[in-house]
């Protein structure tokens, strides 16, 4: 009597656009039994159909295994997928956790960072950290670098000098002006001026729009914004936890200048806000409110995934 053999025949189908196989186990061969038996086989009779009781249940069993390796191999397969889908980058499930996750005071549940997130978050934490200090070398001369590209066609003065008011610092002495801003708002003002040099003349001259009779002063301006973004992106915590700071990261790990860019952006906006609520000196504080209020508003949005995307950016290169 010959036993039975199980054939696999090998089946393609598609899950959702993804590839995935299966295995149909069918009967190549029927058991070979005669339908009548010789008298020379009927005193084993009994003996050969316990045999066929056994080969029918081990066949059996021998399937029920087959088949718990089909679906093994095709939960595995599905579980891979999910992981692409859900732990990808630009995932909905990563998303999720950088959006959805609120804690008390508007926190939210920060995603997990690449080594050049956090590398790069290190970076921004230490420069802000940096305090402006007028009897540094380095720091004298990025003022006077800041000088020669805001007015590059007059004669640079000295660092105690009533020209630089012209500027928009309050005193004869911008070192007083820092404060809380430290040496990251100088070098946003540098950036500002070399990155986009036609959008960083026409705020210092107020080329645009209708202005006030006492405008806000240029330089402390800057300096303000800087302080302001530093607190709105939650970069003095931690990790940033804050709408806005959990975006911050994204627009980092693509840019390393990702918050000297947004500073360009958001004084940009700060403008654009002053001349439309016709403010006046003493409503800049108001301005700079607005300005936040803006700003966090549009970085929320889900179709900003780069600072390219937000409103303000397009005034830089008009």
């Not at 500027?167 to 820092?178: E, I, L, R, V």
């Not at 540098?190 to 990155?195: D, L, P, R």
């Not at 209020?293 to 970085?299: C, G, K, P, T, Y």
């Not at 949005?301 to 409103?311: G, M, N, R, T, Y």
Request: hydrophobic share 40%; with cysteine.
């Amino acid at each position: 009597m010959a036993s039975a053999t199980l054939r696999r025949r090998l089946h393609h189908g598609d899950v959702d656009g993804r590839k995935y196989e299966r295995y149909d186990a069918t009967d190549s061969e029927t058991l070979s039994e005669p339908l009548l038996r010789t008298s020379s086989d009927s005193k084993d009779a009994y003996n050969e159909e316990r045999t066929l009781e056994d080969i029918w249940e081990e066949e059996q069993k021998r399937q029920q295994v087959h088949w718990t390796l089909i679906f093994s191999q095709l939960i595995a397969q599905w579980a891979q997928w999910i992981a692409k889908v859900v732990f990808g980058s630009g995932s909905l499930f990563g998303k999720f956790l950088s959006l959805s996750h609120i804690g008390s005071g508007g926190r939210h549940l920060p995603p997990p960072l690449s080594m050049l997130q956090e590398e790069r978050l290190r970076n921004i934490k230490r420069r802000i950290e940096i305090p402006f200090d007028g009897s540094r070398m380095e720091h004298q001369d990025a003022l006077r670098q800041l000088w020669r590209l805001a007015y590059p066609q007059r004669e640079l003065p000295p660092l105690k000098s009533e020209l630089w008011k012209e500027m928009g610092w309050q005193g004869t002495d911008p070192s007083t002006d820092f404060r809380g801003g430290g040496y990251i708002s100088l070098e946003n003002l540098i950036f500002f001026a070399k990155t986009y040099p036609e959008a960083f003349h026409r705020l210092l001259h107020k080329q645009d729009g209708t202005r006030a009779e006492w405008e806000y002063p240029f330089a402390v301006a800057g300096i303000n914004i800087s302080f302001m973004l530093a607190q709105m992106l939650d970069l003095q915590s931690g990790k940033p936890s804050t709408l806005a700071g959990i975006k911050f990261l994204e627009f980092l790990e693509k840019d390393e200048m990702a918050f000297d860019k947004l500073y360009c952006v958001a004084f940009q906006m700060m403008d654009a806000q002053w001349l439309a609520k016709r403010a006046s000196y003493m409503e800049f504080n108001d301005v700079l409110k607005s300005t936040r209020a803006q700003l966090e508003h549009e970085l929320a949005l889900e179709d900003v995934s780069s600072i390219k995307d937000l409103l303000a950016f397009k005034l830089l290169s008009k």
